[in-house]
């Protein structure tokens, strides 16, 4: 018998490479979108294209907790991933209401599906994140690093992970963590601060935008590519007992070091000049194509984060295969291809 797999937030970047990932597993794969006026599979098109047969996707939202009962109890599904979420740090200090709705309870509207419906085979996956350390207390975040989240963002997904432990615990559910670090891909929605690096310096590269505008350079993160992270995830639930892990590569870059390397790539030489929030970048003709902007700055910064997933790699034999300079690279002519093909 084939696995069967229910992924909710299967239209965005985790979504589609974890789909991908299971297909190759021989796996089932059931998956829930959002209805919206405009269509965002663009990520899943590909696959579901090619895989009707073991490919199934639904209408649902994680804020409705009927649906998403009915839902379960029809699927009736080995593996359960939760990676729906207002994703975005910025965006939930603008909509905390909305956020907290989706990353909070939409957790907790699927724990209480599986423990009404009794399904105590099924194993449950809740994507965490590297934001609820937010302003650390110990240079390298592990498992045992108390949290301290500095975004309705990150504050909401701590009620995730919280109730998550609380429901494996009390009902005896197969439910674990996985609290992971940055991971990107040329699939990360274009707001994230790396696509607009790699699709505004790709933009300059072809003439086509004079100056990249961005909040603080300086931030440290710990950035992995999603490809890496979703086979994490599912090595999580592949485990005897359910627990919580860390997901990072345990080297951390600031935005200007991504930024360099972008450059790097497209063969722009950058100057810095200035520091703070007036640092600029201007390339060799003395043009100023980087700057920053106090809007683009968080109400209360996380000025760095780097995890420790010794756990990870240990248990579950993890790590990641991917570098930051591969990664990087991966998105860069990513986007700069798709802005050339569309000039021709």
């Known amino acids: 018998m084939k696995k069967k797999a229910l992924i909710f937030g299967v239209t965005g970047q985790d979504g589609s490479y974890l789909t991908e990932f299971l297909l190759k597993k021989n796996y089932i794969v059931h998956a829930v979108k959002r209805k919206s006026s405009s269509l965002n599979t663009e990520r899943i098109d ?13 209408y649902g ?11 379960i109890k029809f699927v009736k599904p080995d593996e359960i991933y939760n990676l729906a979420a207002q994703s975005h740090v910025a965006v939930s200090f603008e909509i905390p209401n909305y956020t907290a709705n989706v990353n909070a309870l939409g957790c907790l509207n ?10 105590n085979k099924v194993k449950y996956y809740q994507a965490g994140t590297s934001e609820m350390f937010g302003k650390i207390v110990e240079k390298r975040q592990s498992e045992k690093t108390p949290f301290y989240p500095r975004s309705p963002y990150g504050v909401a997904k701590l009620f995730a992970h919280w109730i998550t432990i609380n429901y494996r615990e009390s009902y005896k559910i197969f439910a674990c963590n996985g609290i992971l670090f940055n991971h990107e891909s040329p699939r990360r929605g274009e707001t994230f601060v790396t696509r607009k690096i790699t699709i505004g310096l790709s933009k300059i590269k072809l003439g086509l935008q004079k100056k990249l505008v961005l909040g603080n350079l300086y931030a440290k993160r710990d950035w992995g590519h999603a490809k890496d992270y979703v086979e994490a995830q599912w090595l999580i639930l592949q485990q005897k007992k359910p627990e919580d892990f860390v997901i990072a590569t345990g080297i951390n ?4 070091n991504f930024i360099d390397e972008c450059a790097k790539n497209l063969k722009i030489k950058i100057t810095w000049r200035g520091n703070g ?3 600029k970048g201007f390339d060799s003709s003395g043009n100023c194509i980087v700057e920053c902007s106090k809007k683009y700055f968080r109400p209360s910064e996380v000025d760095t984060l ?17 570098t930051f300079s591969q990664l990087v690279k991966d998105m860069i002519f990513s986007d700069l291809n798709k802005l050339k093909s569309k000039l021709k």
Do not use: C
């Not at 939202?61 to 009962?69: A, G, K, L, M, V």
């Not at 780097?306 to 991917?322: C, E, F, S």
């Open 253 to 256: 870059y600031t935005v200007k």
């Open 277 to 279: 929030i007036n640092t």
């Open 306 to 322: 780097l995890g420790d997933a010794n756990k990870a790699r240990m248990k579950l034999k993890w790590k990641p295969k991917v």
């Open 46 to 58: 590909h696959i579901y294209e090619t895989n009707k047969k073991s490919f199934f996707l639904y």
């Open 61 to 71: 939202d994680i804020t409705d907790p009927i649906s998403i009962q009915k839902l």
């Open 110 to 119: 699927i724990l209480e599906a599986i423990k009404t419906l009794k399904l």
